[in-house]
């Protein structure tokens, strides 16, 4: 009975521990299980992650692509704008040698012209002086028609100056009588009005701001249009001007 005893103790020793052996190697099983799956797992992360650095790479080195042709492009378009800016400095100082060498051209035309028309009015004035008594009221009226066109030539002169100097662009305006305008304009073209037998005349003018050697230019060259360019009919030139809210507009009608 003692000997059946003990080996039915050793039989239950032995399932024991064949279960516990059963028991470990299953846990070992799941163990390697479970890294086997970590180790996937690992290796699909570091793919990903590979792939991403790959991305960002290519990404940046497109930027620094794109970067660098930016740069290229303004590095040509400073070269291009410091060629353009040389350019205008050189085109600046040419102009300036040539506004005053025009200044200075401006002088001594003006000093040329006006001393044969100032010896032109003085020997009309001396004609007239001296031979008064002896000149009809028509010769008289011819003299003084000489002194008073070689008066106003040397204002339009004098105007023409003062408008060739580039840095006053011409003189201030001024409260400008259009009647005066007028009258030097015609009597400016006195000459070819009579001879063409042209009749100008004008209304009632006014007193506006401008320039008023621009105005009396401007006039004259209306004018002298009107009676150059006719018809076979005798040219009749009407100068009016008429109100127009703050304005005044001018015409010159033939």
Known sequence: DSLAATIEVRQRQSAALAGFYASQTTLITALALVTCG???????????????????????????????????????AHEALSARTSELATANT?????NKDLSDFAHVASHDLQAPLRGIAGFAQLLKADYQDRLDQRGREWIDQIVSGTQRMETLINDLLAYSR???????????NFDNV??????????????????????????????????????QNLISNAVKYRGDETPEVRVSGSRNGSSWVFAVRD
């Open 38 to 76: 970590l180790l996937v797992i690992a290796s699909l992360g570091t793919k990903a992650v590979t792939s991403d650095l790959r991305a960002a790479r290519a990404h940046a080195d497109e930027v620094n692509r794109q970067l660098e042709h930016h740069a290229h492009e303004l590095e040509t």
């Open 94 to 98: 040419n102009l300036e040698r040539s």
């Open 166 to 176: 580039v840095e006053t662009r011409g003189r201030t305006p001024r409260p400008t």
């Open 182 to 219: 007028f009258n030097d304009a015609v009597g400016l073209l006195r000459a070819p009005i009579e001879e063409c037998g042209a009749t100008v005349t004008c209304g009632d003018l006014p007193t506006v701001t401008a320039d008023r050697a621009q105005m009396v230019q401007l006039l």
